[in-house]
């Protein structure tokens, strides 16, 4: 090779050198070029994360690196793979090979890699990676070809492999490289420091505590109204509405704030002194003199429970009155030392008195005026519903996914003295928000589902705190009851509803937390090729909480994450759109959801017309539960766009409309339920068949106990124990098989309906019988 060829490549060689800013030096191996050029350690956290750390010096918590997901690397153009090819030799693929594996096998290697954040799992992804980076590529970047090259024909050592290998790993897992300052952001530790203008004032916390039908919340209100301005924070849409309405009344002007709805008093939408929100969205910003927090034992509530401590930490007002079970006294004190703020707790006693019968009501013949049968799902209220008003009784039905109207014109219509209806048949959603003139409860069941903070669903035991805020609704003091009564529809419940009635309401521990969207903004300016469901992941993998918070269950929020993943999205509208409260559960509120993100991804206006092309408006009334269920998930779609426009005005501009439209679902949603009992005969024929109503009757004078429903039911699911003896053996079977997921309400039906179709023709029955045993015969020979 001529002087000037030589010349030639090494002055290439080393601009490449001088331009590969990223060399790794790790554990006292280097490059054997390049060698004095160190990697700069990032200092971005400490400029971007302005809130004080914990003095707290536990160690780090170690990540979950099963989260790490490796990045796709692409080729680098500026590579010129003939410099290392000119000044070594070419590469032999079999000693390459060799060489690499030995490299994989050598447990100091593994144990260096681990001391700089590659454990087991990452070290093998990363070297899977870096051979077949090496083996692939058809050019190496100079000074790997030369370190590979001298290794394979025996001139270099093998360790000199490392630095090369851990520069690959930085770049297909590039939160390797700032760890320590993905921790700084996602340390939880003191959230009191997050609202600096709440911290900036004295505030005096005065705690109302006591039961359910307490006055407790009265009393803070009334401060409240008193008040030159104020804001109350409620769990529900329809307290927030109650509030509203009140203060209004009183001659206190208050304007409305939830998720999908903002009302203001003055017709040129100045704001009022006072204003009435559903929690997440209050202010923490606004200086007020009085606040209310309401149902404030929701804080450790798995999903909601960081808004609940979003306002009792950030709220500016002089004094926050915060209403709520006894149980959350203790905590709450210890949750305001933090913030050097003392609590005042003024307690109350139950304005009128509740108490257990002895006795179960055992069958739906035994139905008293102001009765509230209390379900656990919609199944339990359509079947249950349907045989009261077979018996010629109206009755009210109340539950969570109907829309705030009609949840309002059916408890009218319960509390209504010169209404014909005078039973309830409602879920646990009647426990807030609602006033009802209630005077006996009863349990049909005392299992529901419920999602623990894994986000996982189970089936659970009601517990004291839900048993009790329930119970509580019965002779509510401005009913016509005085006095209110509580048993369960079955014998065997009573005893363990008893019991835990009797036990003390568990004292609240933990206080939740959620990730704010500008801390996963500066996630992703770290990590720019992870997807917002990984950001979540990891930043809730190294989140670092002291022992008076838990950060809440982000499973819904993945789940919108995952959805729109595909969908060209900025990083802050994608956060909004996964924070949207909507039903999972309901494919045609997802598919609206998944639709809107698309629509707006294409700077495209949701328009007016393009909503209603959307969902098929106008809308007929229900025929049958399907077409009732459709309704109620439209409702929710009108929910999201209204959410959504108060978020992205432009984007959604036709709110008047659309709530206009709304409105007239609610009327016909309205209608179909108080049509229920017509759309359940007409969704299954079978269920009021005169054999079944025969064998129900029978059921009924055989002594069972309370089983006059347990034959058509599909909801005694989640009953406990024996029934008596002198109930159906099939019954109590059956309620087992779906109680442990052996069998599906549908099964169970499809059962019935079998069941009554041989009843009706034994001869039949008898003959399909002989048949299947001749069948049976023929097959043995």
């Known amino acids: 090779m001529s002087v000037n060829r030589c010349m030639s490549v090494f002055s290439r060689l080393q601009r490449h050198i001088n331009s590969r800013t990223t060399r790794v030096t790790a554990g006292g191996f280097h490059a054997s070029t390049g060698s004095g050029l160190l990697h700069k ?63 994989y096998k050598k447990k100091e290697m593994q144990t260096l890699a681990a001391d700089h954040g590659l454990d087991a799992r990452l070290f093998h992804q990363a070297f899977i990676s870096f051979r077949k980076y090496t083996m692939d590529s058809s050019s190496l970047p100079a000074d790997l070809h030369i370190i590979l090259s001298d290794i394979c024909c025996g001139a270099g050592h093998l360790d000199d492999i490392y630095p090369y290998f851990m520069r690959h790993a930085k770049q297909i897992f590039p939160m390797l490289d700032c760890i320590d300052d993905l921790r700084k952001i996602s340390d939880l530790r003191v959230p009191a420091n997050w609202y600096p203008e709440a911290r900036a004032i004295q505030r005096k916390v005065i705690f109302h505590a006591g039961p359910t039908n307490s006055g407790k919340t009265y009393h803070a209100i009334q401060r409240y109204l008193s008040a030159k301005s104020g804001v109350y924070c409620g769990p529900l849409k329809l307290l927030a509405h109650e509030i509203f309405e009140k203060s209004n009344s009183a001659g206190v002007p208050c304007d409305l704030v939830t998720g999908e709805e903002r009302t203001f008093v003055d017709l040129e939408g100045k704001a009022a002194g006072h204003v009435a929100c559903t929690i997440e969205m209050c202010s923490v910003t606004t200086p007020y003199e009085v606040a209310v927090v309401d149902e404030i034992q929701m804080i450790r509530d798995p999903s909601r429970g960081w808004a609940w401590t979003r306002a009792l930490l950030g709220l500016c007002a002089e004094e926050i009155h915060v209403c709520g079970e006894p149980a959350a006294v203790d905590f709450i004190r210890e949750l305001m030392y933090t913030t050097g703020e003392e609590v005042e707790v003024h307690t109350y006693q139950r304005l009128t008195p509740f108490s257990i019968l002895d006795q179960a009501v055992e069958s739906l013949d035994n139905l008293r005026p ?31 996914s109907l829309p705030p109207g009609t949840k309002l014109s059916q408890a009218k219509k319960f509390n209504d003295p010169d209404d014909p209806c005078k039973i309830l048949v409602a ?30 669903k189970q089936m659970e035991t009601i517990s004291t705190s839900q048993a009790l805020q329930i119970a509580g609704r019965a002779g509510r003091f401005s009913s016509k009851f005085k006095e209110g009564e509580v048993t369960t529809m079955h014998r065997d419940d009573l005893p363990v509803l008893k019991e835990i009635l009797s036990l003390l309401v568990e004292p609240i521990e933990t206080a939740g937390l959620h990730p704010t969207a500008e801390q996963i903004e500066m996630f992703a300016y770290h990590l720019p090729d992870a997807t917002l469901s990984n950001l979540v992941d990891i930043f809730v993998s190294l989140s670092q909480v002291d022992g008076m918070y838990f950060v809440c269950n982000i499973d819904d929020f993945k789940f919108l994450a995952d959805m729109i993943q595909h969908i060209p999205l900025n990083l802050r509208s994608r956060y909004v759109f996964c924070t949207a409260p909507i039903n999972k559960k309901q494919p045609f509120v997802c598919t609206s959801f998944l639709k809107f993100a698309r629509q707006f991804s294409r700077d495209e206006p949701l328009t007016f017309d393009w909503v209603c ?98 034959n058509l039911l599909i909801g005694n699911r989640g009953q406990r124990g024996q029934r008596g003896s002198g109930e159906m053996i099939g019954s109590s079977l059956a309620s087992r098989l779906v109680k442990d997921g052996l069998l599906t309400p549908d099964l169970l039906r499809q059962l019935q309906r079998e069941w009554s179709k041989d009843h009706s023709h034994p001869l039949k029955t008898e003959h399909h019988s002989t048949n299947n045993k001749g069948k049976n015969k023929k097959k043995k020979k």
Not at 375 to 380: A, E, I, Y
Not at 428 to 440: E, P, Q
Not at 614 to 635: G, T
Request: aromatic residues 6%; negative net charge; glycine residues 6%.
């Open 613 to 710: 092309r959307h969902i098929s408006w106008p809308l007929a009334e229900p025929k049958n539960i399907k077409d009732l269920v459709h309704l109620e998930a439209v409702h929710d779609v009108l929910d999201l766009y209204l959410w959504l426009s108060y978020r992205f005005m432009d984007m959604f501009p036709d709110t008047a409309s659309i709530r206009e439209i709304q409105r007239e679902l609610d009327d016909i949603i309205q209608q179909g339920v108080r049509n229920i009992t017509r759309l359940i005969r007409a969704t299954d024929p079978s269920i009021t068949s005169p054999t079944q109503t025969q064998f129900s009757k029978r059921g009924q004078t055989s002594g069972s106990s309370g089983t006059v429903d347990s």
């Open 427 to 456: 879920t646990d959603a009647i426990g807030m928000g609602l006033n009802l003139s209630i005077k006996r409860i009863i349990f049909n069941s005392l299992v529901k589902p419920n999602v623990n903070e894994k986000g996982e």
């Open 370 to 400: 102001g009765d509230c049968i209390v379900c656990f799902s919609k199944n339990d209220i359509y079947s249950i519903s349907r045989q009261i008003e077979a018996r010629g009784l109206e009755c009210a039905v109340i539950y969570g």
């Open 41 to 103: 350690q990032h200092q971005t956290a400490s400029a971007v994360c302005s809130r004080n750390v914990s003095s707290d010096s536990s160690p780090p918590k170690a990540p979950d690196t099963s989260l790490f997901v490796p990045v796709s690397l692409k080729a680098d153009p500026s590579v010129d793979g003939s410099v290392g090819l000119e000044l070594s030799q070419p590469l032999s693929k079999d000693e390459l090979l060799k060489v690499l594996n030995r490299f």
